[in-house]
C-alpha cells in the first residue's frame, strides 16, 4: 500500500472529495484506486479563518510499482510503514516460575497483557480495588468527604490514568510503533477505532472503566492472575538478586523477575525500596494550581468562526512562559470539557488533578498551570525528599480548603491583585466536594508564585481571557510526575543494583501519561520475557 500524506481539505468534507483528492495526488483514474483506509487525521488551525483537515492516508492502488517509481522524489508519497507488532519471543514449555507486577496502571496492565500474550501466566498484584469498586470508593470522597487511602484516583486498577482525560498520544521516540500495538489492544477492549488515527486521541473516564475490566479478563483467559486489595511491603533481595516480595498478609510469593509498575504516588513502596538499598534518585517535577475558564473562551479563541464546528469538538492549548526568575510555567494536562477532580491518596492532604469524557461536553475547560522545579529546591539531598516536599504542599492545601477535603480556591484577578477572594464571580468551580475561597499565595513556594503571576498575563496573550478576572484557581496540583528515579539498565532494564527487579511506567520515573507508560511495560514486558527463557535454557 501507498502511504500519502499531507492531503488538506476544508472541514465538513464530503468522502467524494476525498476521494477525488486521492485522485488528483496521485494522478490517476478512478478505477485504479482499489480502496483506502485514514492513516492519521488531524486539523491545521494556525489560522483561525481557514481550519483545514490534514489527512495521512493507506491507499491500495491496482498497479504500485509504476506509481512508486514515477513519485520516487515526492516525500508525501511513500510504502506504507509496517506497523505490526511482533513478539519477541515465547515462554518455554518448561517454564518454572512467573512473573510478578505490582501494579496495574497502564503499565502494569500492558506489562502483565504482552506476558501473557507470550505464555507466561504473569500474577498481578494490586493494592487497590476492581475497578468498579474502586470507581465507587473515589465518588465517595467526591460526594461525601470520605477518603480510602487504599483505593482513590491514585490507587486500584486502572492506575490514575482512569480518572483523567484518557489522553492517548505522546511525545516518545517510538521507532518500533508499540504505540501503535497498544492502540490496538485498547480498540479491542472497546475504545472506539478513531483512537488508531486521530492525531491527539482520548477516550475519557468512563470508556477506560470498561476497557480496564476487558483486558483484565483477556491477561485471566490467557493464564494470568490478579490479586486485589493485596499490598506489598516488602521485596526480598539476597546479595544483589529479587527472590520475592512479601505481601502485608504476611505471605511471601517467590518470584525472581518482579516488575515494580507501581504509579508516582506508592510512596510507602519508595521508602521501603530506598531501605532496602535499592538506588533511587531524585528528579525534576512540578507543582502548582488547577485553573478553569469557559470552554467556550478556549473555544472561540482557538477556532475563531469555527468554534462548535462539529468536526473540532472542544479546543485544547498548550501554553509556556519562561520567567524573570529564571523559572518555566506552563499548562499541564489540559482537559477541554472537563472537570477538577480531588486526587488525593493520604489523609489530610488535597491534591487537585483534571478529568473528561469522551464526549468532553462539560462547561469549563481546566488545565494544570505549573511551575518547574529540581531537586535543588528540594528541602535536603535525600532521594526522597521531593516527596516531603510533596507532602508539605497539599498538607498546606488540605488546611486552607477547611480540613474537610475542600479545595483553597481564589479568582484570578485576587491572584494577581494578591488579595484573598470572598465569591465567586462567572466562572463556577467544578471540583468536588468543594471549593473555599481564600488566598493561595501561601499555598506554594514564593518563586512559584511569582512566577504564576507573571506567566498568566503572558497566557492572556495568546488567549484572550486566559487571565480573566473570574477565572478560577484551585490548589495544588503536585503530582504531575514522580518526584524520583528508580534508576535501571538501558540494555535489560533491571534496576541498576537489584537484579530481577525492573522499574516501569512513571513512578519509577519512565513514562508521563497513559500511552508512554503502555509503552514502556512493553519493552520492561520484554526484557523480563528474554531473560526467563535464558535462564531456562541454562
Known amino acids: 500500500m501507498l502511504r500519502l500524506t499531507e492531503i488538506r481539505l476544508p472541514l465538513g468534507h464530503s468522502p467524494d ?23 492519521r487525521l488531524g486539523y491545521d488551525a494556525r489560522k483561525r479563518s481557514a481550519i483545514v ?3 495521512s492516508l493507506d491507499v491500495e492502488v491496482s498497479d504500485e510499482a509504476p506509481l512508486l517509481h514515477h513519485f520516487r522524489d515526492e516525500t508525501h508519497i511513500k510504502l506504507t510503514p509496517d506497523t505490526d507488532y511482533k513478539f519477541v519471543t515465547r515462554a518455554p514449555a518448561n517454564l518454572q516460575t512467573r512473573p510478578v507486577i505490582i501494579g496495574t496502571g497502564p503499565c502494569g496492565f500492558m506489562a502483565g497483557l504482552l506476558l501473557a500474550q507470550m505464555g507466561f501466566n504473569p500474577l498481578i498484584l494490586e493494592r487497590g480495588q476492581e475497578v468498579r469498586q474502586r470507581t465507587k470508593d473515589t465518588w465517595a470522597l467526591w460526594r461525601e468527604h470520605k477518603l480510602n487511602p487504599e483505593s482513590n484516583v491514585q490507587f486500584g486498577e486502572g492506575g490514575a490514568g482512569t480518572f483523567s482525560d484518557g489522553k492517548l498520544y505522546t511525545q516518545i521516540k517510538d521507532p518500533r510503533h508499540l504505540g501503535v500495538k497498544v492502540l490496538q ?10 483512537i488508531l488515527y486521530v492525531s491527539k486521541p482520548h477516550v475519557g473516564t468512563f470508556r477506560l472503566v470498561s476497557m480496564v475490566e476487558k ?5 485471566i483467559g490467557l493464564g494470568g492472575e490478579f490479586r486485589f486489595d493485596t ?10 538478586q529479587v527472590h520475592g516480595v512479601t505481601l502485608a498478609s504476611g505471605e511471601l510469593i517467590e518470584s525472581d523477575h518482579i516488575v515494580l509498575a507501581v504509579g508516582h504516588s506508592a510512596r510507602d513502596t519508595f521508602k521501603m525500596l530506598y531501605e532496602r538499598g535499592v538506588y533511587i534518585e531524585p528528579k525534576p517535577f512540578s507543582i502548582g494550581f488547577r485553573i478553569e475558564h469557559p470552554q467556550s473562551i478556549i473555544d472561540q479563541c482557538r477556532y475563531g468562526q469555527f468554534a462548535g464546528h462539529a468536526d473540532l469538538g472542544a479546543a485544547d492549548y498548550k501554553l509556556v512562559h519562561h520567567c524573570k526568575n529564571g523559572r518555566s510555567v506552563y499548562s499541564f494536562c489540559m482537559c477541554p470539557g472537563g472537570t477538577v477532580v480531588a486526587a488525593t491518596s493520604e489523609e489530610g492532604r488535597v491534591v487537585t488533578n483534571g478529568m473528561s ?33 510533596q ?3 497539599e498538607s498546606k492545601a488540605f488546611v486552607l480548603g477547611g480540613s474537610n477535603y475542600d479545595a483553597p480556591g481564589q479568582l484570578v484577578g485576587d491572584f494577581l491583585k494578591g488579595q484573598p477572594s470572598t465569591k465567586l464571580g462567572s466562572v463556577q468551580p467544578s471540583y468536588t466536594p468543594g471549593v473555599h475561597l481564600t488566598d493561595l499565595s501561601s499555598a506554594l513556594p514564593d518563586y512559584a508564585i511569582e512566577a504564576i503571576r507573571e506567566a498568566l498575563p ?14 478560577v484557581l484551585t490548589g495544588v496540583e503536585t503530582r504531575t510526575s514522580s518526584p524520583m528515579r528508580i534508576k535501571r539498565n538501558n540494555s535489560d532494564y533491571q534496576s541498576v543494583n537489584i537484579k530481577g527487579l525492573y522499574p516501569a511506567g512513571e513512578g519509577a520515573g519512565y513514562a508521563g501519561g497513559i500511552l508512554s507508560a503502555a509503552v514502556d511495560g512493553i519493552e520492561v514486558a520484554e526484557a523480563v520475557a528474554l531473560s526467563m527463557v535464558a535462564k531456562s535454557v541454562n
Request: aromatic content about 6%.
Open 185 to 194: 489492544e485498547f480498540v479491542k477492549a472497546g475504545a472506539p477505532e478513531e
Open 231 to 240: 499490598r506489598v511491603t516488602d521485596i526480598n533481595i539476597d546479595e544483589g
Open 391 to 393: 507532602r508539605e504542599l
Open 17 to 39: 472529495e476525498l476521494k477525488l483528492a486521492i485522485l488528483k495526488r496521485l494522478q490517476i483514474k478512478a478505477d485504479v484506486l482499489r480502496s483506502y483506509t485514514v492513516a
Open 53 to 55: 483537515a490534514v489527512y
Open 458 to 471: 503572558m497566557f492572556e496573550r495568546k488567549i484572550k481571557g486566559f487571565a480573566m478576572n473570574d477565572a
Open 357 to 389: 469524557q469522551y464526549s468532553r461536553n462539560e462547561r469549563n475547560a481546566n488545565s494544570g498551570i505549573v511551575v518547574g522545579i529540581t531537586p535543588e529546591d528540594f528541602p535536603d539531598d535525600n532521594p526522597l525528599a521531593g516527596i516531603e516536599l
Open 215 to 219: 483486558i483484565r479478563e483477556e491477561i
